[in-house]
């Protein structure tokens, strides 16, 4: 025999646009569990049968299983008032009971007396069984709720089914063992009579279709939506194009009240009158031995050329290779074809080695001539005299220019720094640095790593920027053309001639500075070693 079991009915959506209430998968308690009965305590089906029957005739008692009502709480909604208990109250909360009609095969005996008494119609039976329906098939009648419309009867209406097909449990059947009975004598051309069911099936209950959210405009939903990522600018370095031309302009800003505030604060110390006779006493320069030569030779001039050509080009071949990720060409040399090194790095020792072999030449023909005194200090007064110099440049008010025959002390230092200190440095720690220094020398390794040479490369390499940016700006700021004669046409005048070979000069270093690609360069790697793609 199948136990339908009783769900809790589903009400309103507890949101806006949301599902009724509650979920179709949730069930506030267990579907009612089959029990085992006595055939004494389960109710009898009423029996109807087409034609009258005695009463002598003995019907065969059959075992009728049936599910015990089995209690099962009700779940608890939302109050009905505001402040009030969960409804419905504790108290009211009813019992779930199921119960079941089975079919009863009823027969008459063949000796029936003749005095039987009449049985009632089969409409009569028919209509109290249809009476107990709803008892037999859900135990207690479905709690009705709201009305669904305003003046409306109460939800669900009244007859309506409690259960949904998809939502009912069948109970397994138990059977009990039949009690023995007599044997029934059955009555001439016997009948099967059938019990009515108890009621019908149950009804599908309707479907309740969701309540679907409301439509946004379309306006609104597209100004809703979130706006594209925007893409990333690319970055030179740490920083982008528009972040380095802020820093450009602040920085430039700044340097400019800085220079404006030094400027003011010098010449407000120059005015002090210690400071004048200071001045008085150390113009700026000393007098050179009565042995310095006067003027500047031709040779010089073109070791200057040379100078300022290797240079630029030193100092771009070297912040390639310090940049230079995957290089393009390799170069090996024809003596070890396995030592291979990148193109760049090739075109900067190469051009190293070319500056180390003119700056030979230049200090040599330096002390050779005795133009050496005119960069080498002899003298302590160039220390107050280098100082008296720097105020003057500070304060605007530049010392007197004669580099035809004398430098100032302070361009005396500058040039000897970077003859005689920087030069060295930049070719020790290069040697280091590249191919030519002995890898298995181990005593020599400890005492000079590589490290260090690193850490003082790049540095001295910064100070010859520095050193040629403020260098040519003096030289076009104290007299251009005459210092321009002096250095590229080796006179005292003033004149165009040295101004258009310093043109010709810059042409060359800009058209060398453009070839120096692998195109151009490979060739004539290939005259001194082997270049490969790898």
Wanted: aromatic share 10%; proline share 12%; charged share 15%.
């Amino acid at each position: 025999m199948a136990t339908y079991g009783r769900t809790t009915r589903q009400g309103l959506p507890r949101v806006a646009g949301g599902e009724p209430w509650p979920p179709v998968f949730e069930i506030a308690g267990g579907a009612a569990a089959p029990t085992e009965v006595d055939e004494a305590s389960a109710p009898a089906a009423v029996a109807d049968v087409s034609a009258p029957v005695a009463t002598a005739a003995t019907v065969a008692q059959a075992a009728v299983p049936a599910a015990a009502p089995t209690s099962r709480a009700v779940r608890r909604g939302l109050p009905r008032v505001p402040g009030g208990e969960p409804w419905p109250p504790a108290s009211a909360a009813p019992l779930a009971a199921t119960a079941a009609t089975v079919e009863v095969p009823v027969s008459t005996a063949t000796d029936v007396p003749a005095a039987a008494p009449p049985v009632e119609p089969l409409t009569a039976v028919s209509t109290a069984t249809a009476a107990s329906a709803p008892s037999a098939a859900g135990g207690t009648a479905l709690r009705r709720g709201l009305p669904r419309t305003p003046d409306g009867e109460p939800w669900p209406p009244a007859g309506s089914a409690p259960a949904r097909p998809d939502r009912v449990v069948a109970a397994p059947v138990l059977e009990s063992a039949p009690e023995p009975v007599s044997e029934p004598v059955l009555e001439p051309n016997p009948e099967p009579v059938i019990a009515p069911a108890a009621a019908a099936a149950p009804a599908p209950a309707p479907q309740r279709t969701p309540m679907q959210p409301p439509r946004r405009p379309v306006a609104v939903a597209a100004a809703s939506a979130r706006p594209a990522a925007e893409p990333w600018p690319k970055l030179y370095g740490p920083y982008s194009r528009a972040e380095w031309a802020g820093a450009l302009v602040i920085g430039g800003f700044g340097l400019l009240l800085a220079a404006t505030g030094v400027v003011v604060g010098v010449n407000w110390l120059l005015g002090l009158a210690p400071m004048e006779e200071f001045i008085a006493r150390y113009p700026g320069e000393y007098h050179l031995p009565e042995s310095a030569p006067v003027g500047i030779p031709a040779w010089i001039g073109w070791q200057h050329f040379f100078n300022v050509f290797l240079i630029v080009l030193i100092i771009r071949s070297g912040l390639e290779v310090r940049t230079q990720k995957r290089p393009t060409a390799f170069w090996s040399p024809r003596w070890n074809s396995k030592r291979k090194i990148s193109l760049s790095l090739w075109f900067h020792q190469s051009l190293d080695i070319l500056w180390l072999v003119n700056g030979v030449v230049f200090v040599v023909l330096l002390f050779m001539t005795g133009q050496w005194m005119r960069l080498v200090p002899t003298s302590w007064e160039v220390f107050p005299n280098a100082l008296s110099a720097l105020l003057q440049y500070l304060s605007l008010d530049w010392p007197t220019e004669n580099g035809w025959v004398n430098y100032n002390s302070l361009q005396q230092i500058a040039y000897f720094v970077t003859v005689f200190i920087a030069a060295p440095l930049a070719v020790i720690t290069g040697v280091r640095m590249s191919g030519l220094w002995p890898k298995n020398a181990k005593t020599l390794n400890r005492i000079y790593p590589v490290e260090w040479a690193r850490a003082v490369h790049f540095p001295v390499m910064l100070y010859f920027v520095l050193f040629i940016i403020v260098h040519v700006g003096l030289v076009f700021a104290t007299g251009a053309l005459r210092n321009l004669n002096h250095m590229y046409a080796s006179q005292d005048v003033v004149n165009w001639t040295g101004f258009w070979i310093f043109v010709a000069s810059l042409v060359v270093i800009a058209a060398a500075w453009v070839a120096a690609r692998p195109l151009v360069l490979a060739p004539i790697a290939r005259l001194f070693g082997k270049v490969s793609g790898r």
